[in-house]
Nanobody, 116 residues
Framework: QVQLVESGGGLVQPGGSLRLSCAAS????????MGWYRQAPGKQRELVAN???????NYANSVKGRFTISRDIAKNTVYLQMNSLKPEDTAVYYC??????????WGQGTQVTVSS
């Protein structure tokens, strides 16, 4: 069983920055993909960014150039550095781990609010 624990959400003004962290524990296959999704009120959950075990990254068009995903393989931790935040980035952000057999695990979610 895999557990994911997220941290780093909060309230930030437009143009500000936040860094999210997600630590995985348990029975982890290192050949996994980790990523971040978000869900705003009344909207579907969407992919923000993900990163493979070989450090290939993928970003939603809406965050390219502003967000950076990274991971520490040894620590089973993934990070999301969010810069130039906009009010439309406000959402609950969820950490996701997908195993090589496509089994997915989700974190509990962390709220990010961008508001003046």
């Amino acid at each position: 069983q895999v557990q994911l624990v997220e941290s780093g959400g909060g309230l930030v003004q437009p143009g500000g920055s936040l860094r999210l962290s997600c630590a995985a524990s348990g029975s982890i296959n290192r050949l996994n993909t980790m990523g971040w999704y978000r869900q705003a009120p009344g909207k579907q959950r969407e992919l923000v960014a993900n990163i493979t075990s070989s450090l290939n990254t993928n970003y939603a068009n809406s965050v390219k150039g502003r967000f950076t995903i990274s991971r520490d393989i040894a620590k089973n931790t993934v990070y999301l550095q969010m810069n130039s935040l906009k009010p439309e980035d406000t959402a609950v952000y969820y950490c996701n781990l997908r195993s090589p057999s496509s089994v997915e695990t989700w974190g509990q979610g962390t709220q990010v609010t961008v508001s003046s």
